[in-house]
């Protein structure tokens, strides 16, 4: 008889290869472009506030002024060819008129335009009685200073 021969076992089959963590890359992936959206539209945002801040504090000087009555010093705030269409006194006599849209407690600008041209301010002001009309501005720069070109308060 003969001695069975031991044969070696046959090698294990291969392990499958390493699963990679794709899942993992892409969750940080869309994490990234999240925060990186985010930071554009904050930039957006805060820069376009930044460059109609002066614009807004010419409207809201026009504003004190035509509620306290100060008629010259609300024209003021006139730009040149807003003064050539509309008087002083022509100014004067409609604000009086018309006195209860320049009580404003509050302004709120949720449209903001700039360009080249200008700046477009457009949202509600909160009257003295506690209505709320809609109000835009638009203003130009003028010699250094932001003047109104055009305004509109109420319907």
Sequence with gaps: MSTPVATPPPPPPPSPPPRRKIGKWIALGCVGLALAVAAFVAILYFGLRASTAGPEQAVQG???AAGAGDYPAAY????APLQQSQTLAEFSAAAHEN???????ETTFNQRHADTSGVEL???V??????EVPASFKLVKENGAWKLIGYQIGS
């Design 62 to 64: 026009f504003l004190k």
């Design 76 to 79: 003021a705030y006139f730009s």
């Design 99 to 105: 006195s209860i849209f320049f009580q404003v407690e």
């Design 122 to 124: 457009s949202g509600t």
């Design 126 to 131: 909160r009257l003295a009685t506690g209505t």
